[in-house]
């Protein structure tokens, strides 16, 4: 059995089956046509309709379950760290800002921030 991954297709199966009839069709009313070219559609499509294959669309994902309190608490303690970490980080920044012995990076930088102020 042929299936076709949510990558292919991210619609429903039922859009899937009006899909893969409505090629069935153009196809069955191209077989009474001269001259005209053929219908075409996805190479999934194609495939299990011209071979007669059966077909399946891919299940949807599973949901993604909740966190425990452990793990939300977790990630709160990270978000909280994290914020204090670049707090940290910005008073450093600053500090060397303000200091009149610091590196010419920091100089440079000090300069570009006045001017855009």
Known sequence: MKTITRTQFSGTPEQLVARVESFRNALAAHAETVGVPAPREADWIEQPVRDGEPYELEPPPEEP??????????????????????????????AAIADPNAPDEVKSYRAARDAAQ
């Not at 379950?65 to 939300?72: G, K, N, Q, S």
């Not at 707090?87 to 920044?93: C, D, G, I």
Request: glycine share 0%.
């Open 65 to 94: 379950r909740a966190l425990t309190v452990v793990e939300r608490a977790t990630f709160e303690l990270e978000a909280k760290r994290v914020a204090a970490l670049r707090a940290l980080e910005t008073l450093r920044l600053e």
